[in-house]
């Protein structure tokens, strides 16, 4: 990356204290209504139920955003939040160079999460495909899309390990594997920011929640985190870590506490571990009033307090609270904040924007660059093979893939209702960008017949030979403040399967859900389960792609699958204990629920089956090479997700029974055998002892090379 020290060092020697703080603020547009009430005004009476929601709405859409121009011009604003067109980017941007002391470009960020126009599959989604060359197209292809909008920077990857399927942001990131996350963030990096950040299609990446957002306490959002620093560094850090690694340029601090300290206000997180230890030299945004926050969290006194904490903690941008923009000014004339500690938030800040080339050209984008990029039909391909790749096939007693002749009933308003295909944060995309089931059966010439609520179907039931069952979430039961308790299907999607199961017929699942569901029951009594999370756009055809058997699915889980909530947190990488889950009395299980998920870590069908075979691991100088045979045993090709996981028998702290530690996506045609290596080095099969330090012992290993973190051969050697 080129160094613009001393372009920065200039601007910051010309810069008064109240410019200084400026760059330090960023907002978001507000919301000023035609309505006569404040907008917290307004909420309260929809959740009192004195406005309906449809109330809401409509007095919302007559709202205008107010974009306090006038702090602008005053300098008082460095960066703006949740901006979107090229029109109003070029306008305010165009106050800020023209008409500002000096000139100094905004940044305009936005929660670029899955693909903007063109919305891909929920990142959670997008993981099941494990494949980063996916991973960084469709994030090259949301920053190009994004851009053209005038976004500069986007408030992503997540890549926050999530093992707990209450928490709604699970929807958000990569699934329970920190390894996972931090290949998937990693590939989002280099997708989102190219191979130049100052061209006009990059934005930089802001990766988040630093940190261990993933882990609140009970799966509730913003919750409490508390652990060993052992388990943060193992099962956690690694995931953001790989995401600087990658070159991100911002990082953004997570909502929760970690053993007692807000992420906002940690010294630990922001400049031991981020600045010092991995050497990140671009600029931290707290998450969305964060900071003003740590007076709930107990941490600060009054705003004032928590800016003169966050800041010297490392906090370099404040995002909406305004306790930077009341507050630094006197903070620095009262000697209590340094002058070099401003001075070093603003150089992060200036960096970043050099970078991005604002100050050579702070118009990136117009209107016809906007239109022009916006849904490609390349895109929309995009968009379909990502989908196809994120679907999981969880069971198929053989009715799947379905002929071409056979009669279908399709029941389930999530078939034809296409808002919903897009799931949590889909910003540059509405329902009328999406193709949903029903939409693609039309296009397709499908015969089918519908019913959105089930009820009076016994015609349909009669005369058709496969009925689909469509159920799971709406987009806004996952994503943020989205925790439930109960992660089972909704009663009325119980009493629907029930129902169906009384014709007689085969009845296929689809869910469409942002989290991992507690479905041992449909596990049961179903003919076949597709996964299909939220898929985005191009929903619709990718479904029918695979219901029809033009695409043979190759997806495998990123999270468990629990029998019931009560099992939550539950993942693949658990411990043994000293007395194992077992049939006797005494051993680590619970009284009314299996040990076991319905569906594993890893876990995935095909419309082939494969055969694993000649298990070896042999020793380099530095590393284990295992190697397996694979072979497709079935009559069609296929792609098969092989899994290598390692177990470190004896340690100094109890280590995990299975991590994933490498992967290879293998494509095979039927009868087709190939071998394939995994080359682990030693050293990433240490781990943190009790005094912190990070150990690779001699000892026994195991290693498990599978489909699944379940199904597995395996094989010992020692180091
Ligand atoms: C939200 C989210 C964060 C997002 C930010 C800006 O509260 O926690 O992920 O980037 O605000 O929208």
Redesign the pocket.
């Known amino acids: 990356m080129k160094d613009y020290d001393e372009r920065i060092k200039e601007l910051l020697g010309k810069m008064t204290l109240e410019e200084k703080v400026g760059q330090l603020q960023q907002c978001g547009p507000s919301l000023v209504g035609a309505f006569v009430v404040s907008f917290e005004e307004l909420l309260n009476m929809m959740f009192d139920g004195r406005i309906s929601q449809e109330e809401f709405g409509r007095l919302m859409g007559t709202a205008e955003q107010d974009f306090h121009e006038e702090d602008l011009r005053a300098g008082r604003i460095g960066s703006y939040?949740?901006v979107g067109d090229a029109e109003t980017v070029n306008r305010l941007q165009k106050i800020a160079v023209e008409e500002t002391r000096l000139g100094i470009p905004l940044l305009f960020g936005y929660?670029v999460i899955h693909g903007f126009k063109t919305v891909t599959p929920i990142p959670l989604a997008e993981s099941c495909a494990w494949e980063p060359d996916l991973w960084e197209r469709t994030g090259r292809m949301a920053a190009d899309e994004a851009t053209a909008a005038g976004v500069h920077m986007t408030?992503a990857p997540?890549v926050d390990a999530a093992k707990d399927a209450r928490w709604g942001r699970v929807s958000?990131g990569a699934g329970e594997d920190a390894l996972l996350n931090g290949l998937y963030g990693a590939a989002k990096v280099k997708g989102f920011q190219g191979e130049d950040l100052s061209r006009k299609d990059s934005m930089a990446a802001c990766v988040?929640?630093f940190a261990a957002y993933g882990a609140g306490e009970a799966g509730r959002d913003y919750n409490r985190v508390d652990m060993s620093e052992q388990r943060l560094y193992e099962e956690y850090l690694p995931a953001y870590k790989a995401c600087i690694d990658a070159g991100a340029r911002a990082v953004?601090p997570a909502?929760n506490d970690i053993n007692g300290v807000p992420c906002s206000v940690s010294r630990k997180l922001l400049r031991d571990i981020l600045r010092e230890d991995w050497g990140f030299d671009g600029m931290t945004v707290s998450?969305?009033n964060a900071i003003a926050e740590c007076v709930d969290h107990g941490i600060a006194e009054d705003k004032r307090d928590a800016a003169k904490q966050a800041i010297l903690a490392g906090m370099d941008m404040d995002?909406s609270s305004n306790s930077y923009i009341e507050n630094m000014k006197e903070l620095v004339e009262s000697g209590e904040v340094p002058m070099d500690v401003l001075d070093e938030a603003v150089a992060n800040i200036l960096r970043v924007k050099f970078e991005l080339g604002l100050f050579d050209d702070p118009y990136r984008t117009d209107s016809q660059r906007e239109s022009q990029t916006m849904g490609k039909p390349e895109y929309r391909a995009l968009g379909r093979e990502a989908a196809q790749k994120s679907m999981v096939l969880l069971k198929n007693d053989g009715v799947l893939p379905l002929a071409k002749e056979k009669k279908i009933g399709i029941i389930g308003e999530l078939a034809s209702d296409r808002g919903e295909m897009t799931g949590a944060w889909a910003i540059g995309a509405n329902g009328d960008d999406c193709i949903s089931l029903t939409d693609a059966c039309d296009a397709r010439g499908i015969p089918y017949t519908y019913s959105k609520d089930g009820k009076n179907i016994l015609k349909m039931a009669i005369e058709s030979d496969v009925l689909i069952a469509v159920i799971g979430e709406r987009k806004d039961e996952s994503g943020?403040a989205a925790s439930r308790a109960s992660i089972t299907l909704k009663p009325e999607d119980e009493e629907l399967l029930k129902g169906l199961h009384t014709f007689g017929k085969p009845v296929v699942v689809i869910l469409f859900n942002g989290r991992p569901l507690a479905i041992p029951q449909l596990n049961e009594t179903a003919s076949a389960i597709l996964e299909a999370w939220h898929p985005g756009v191009e929903a619709g055809n990718a479904l029918l792609d695979i219901l029809y058997g033009e695409v043979n699915p190759s997806g495998k889980l990123t999270t468990t699958f629990p029998y019931t909530t009560g099992q939550c947190p539950m993942y693949y990488a658990h411990i043994n204990t000293g007395r194992p889950g077992g049939r006797s009395k005494f051993t680590s299980k619970y009284l009314d629920t299996p040990l076991e998920p319905v569906y594993p870590f890893g876990y995935g069908l095909s419309y082939t089956s494969y055969e694993y075979s000649g298990l070896k691991v042999e020793k380099t100088e530095k590393a284990f090479r295992i190697s397996a045979e694979v072979k497709n045993t079935g009559d069609r090709a296929g792609d098969e997700i092989v899994q290598c996981y390692v177990q470190d028998v004896v340690a100094k702290r109890v280590r995990p029974v299975k991590e994933l530690k490498d992967f290879a996506k293998v494509s095979l045609e039927p009868g087709e055998e190939k071998e394939v290596v995994f080359e682990i080095p030693f050293e990433k099969l240490g781990y943190y002892d009790r005094e912190m330090n990070y150990v690779v012992e001699p000892g026994l290993f195991r290693f498990y090379v599978g489909g699944n973190s379940r199904d597995t051969l395996m094989a010992e050697s020692v180091l």
């Open positions: 939040n949740g929660d408030f997540m958000e988040k929640h953004m909502f998450d969305s995002m943020e």
